[in-house]
């Protein structure tokens, strides 16, 4: 039914609202359904209630762009929303609605399936073949179509879908070209306006981080939601909400990768993996730290003064560090760790330690090297 704009508009000039009334029938039927739309200021109500999928983070029905340089876990951050979505489970402390979810890993490979192996009992839908979603042979109908069916067939649509990466969708075309991004979303509304999912693009930055997301600025404009990943020397990694279109931008979530083995190849090498692992502010951390694990940290930072060397990789922190051994065997030997004579239960002891400042964030340890955190 076509809403009457005369209703409701008391503090209006009769003289107009009888005229726009009294003019209506001569109006078109695209014109009359403009009309119905037009709506008196004074008759409109807050919006209370926001549907989301990851509160504060995540609007249904969305569009997003989750990006960060090389090496900052995008992949891995989008994958563990996705699994939180499906699984309906809380995420980064904020309410979860749980929802029907497409991954689709355009750029493949084996790697995207031992992350996905990774997981706790993972229940979403996978689709790893490069798909195009610009220019005439654009995926987006055939897609669409698809969600349909699998919708149909499973008795429910698709709440999020996640395209990873842009740069592998985008056919060739330029990313930097406002035609082509404009294409771009074009079908990126028309995959979420016909499934109503929140559709996650995960981009890059280009060789200026300072200056956002790789491409051209009409991108930012056209989303609803933009989530910047940053890498500290330490290896965390923060999520941050740098727009969100008619809310609040700043929320963070701070994670590092846990390095997870899923078995062994064919040559009895272990196969690896990584998981998002939330970090634990450093605040709550320091109050827990015993008298064994300042001992120990004092220790590590005697060795770091006397051995200690920079060890120049972009996953390593930029000042100096130690031989993770090197630093377990001292504190087994002359740490005074524990009062007991029994190696086993002197290497629990450290272990302990080794936890405790992890934890606190006093440490950091990658491969087998270790670092105090400055």
């Not at 559709?199 to 200056?211: A, E, F, I, Y």
Request: overall charge neutral.
């Amino acid at each position: 039914m076509t809403k009457d704009p005369t209703k409701g508009t008391e503090g209006a000039s009769e003289g107009a609202v009888s005229h726009l009334y009294g003019n209506r029938a001569r109006l078109k039927p695209r014109a009359l359904s403009l009309l119905g739309a037009t709506t008196w200021a004074a008759d409109l109500s807050p919006c209370l209630d926001r549907p989301y999928l990851v509160k504060g983070w995540l609007d249904q029905s969305a569009l997003s762009v989750l990006y960060g340089p090389s090496n900052s876990g995008k992949s891995f951050l989008a994958l563990d929303l996705a699994h939180h979505v499906a699984k309906g489970r809380s995420w980064g402390n904020r309410r979860v609605n749980k929802g029907r979810v497409l991954y689709i890993a355009a750029e493949g490979g084996g790697g995207f399936a031992n992350r996905v192996a990774a997981l706790d009992e993972p229940e979403f839908f996978v689709l790893s073949i490069p798909v195009t979603l610009t220019g005439p042979d654009s995926a987006a109908a055939p897609l669409t179509e698809v969600l349909q069916h699998l919708a149909a067939v499973g008795g429910a649509g698709f709440d999020m879908i996640v395209i990873d990466t842009m740069a592998r969708v985008m056919g060739g075309r330029d990313e930097n070209a406002a035609p082509d991004i404009a294409d771009l979303v074009r079908n990126l509304d028309l995959i979420r306006r016909v499934t109503g999912a929140h559709v996650m693009l995960v981009h890059h930055t280009g060789k200026d981080t300072g200056r956002g997301a790789r491409g051209h600025s009409s991108l930012r404009a056209a989303i609803d939601t933009e989530i910047e990943l940053s890498r500290d020397d330490l290896g965390q990694i923060t999520a941050e909400v740098t727009k969100q279109r008619d809310g609040p931008t700043g929320y963070r979530f701070c994670y590092q990768l846990r390095q997870v083995e899923l078995g062994l190849d064919q040559d009895g090498d272990p196969v690896t993996t990584c998981l998002v692992d939330p970090a634990v502010p450093a605040e709550a951390g320091r109050a827990g730290v015993s008298e064994a694990a300042r001992k120990a940290l004092s220790l590590l930072n005697r060795l770091i003064e006397e051995r200690g060397e920079a060890h120049r990789k972009p996953q390593y922190p930029s000042h100096a560090g130690v031989s993770f051994d090197l630093w377990r065997d001292a504190c087994m030997t002359e740490g005074e760790l524990s009062s007991s004579e029994n190696r086993n239960t002197r290497k629990r002891a450290f272990n302990r330690c080794r936890e405790e400042l992890e934890t606190a964030r006093e440490i950091v340890v990658r491969d087998d090297l270790v670092w105090v955190v400055q």
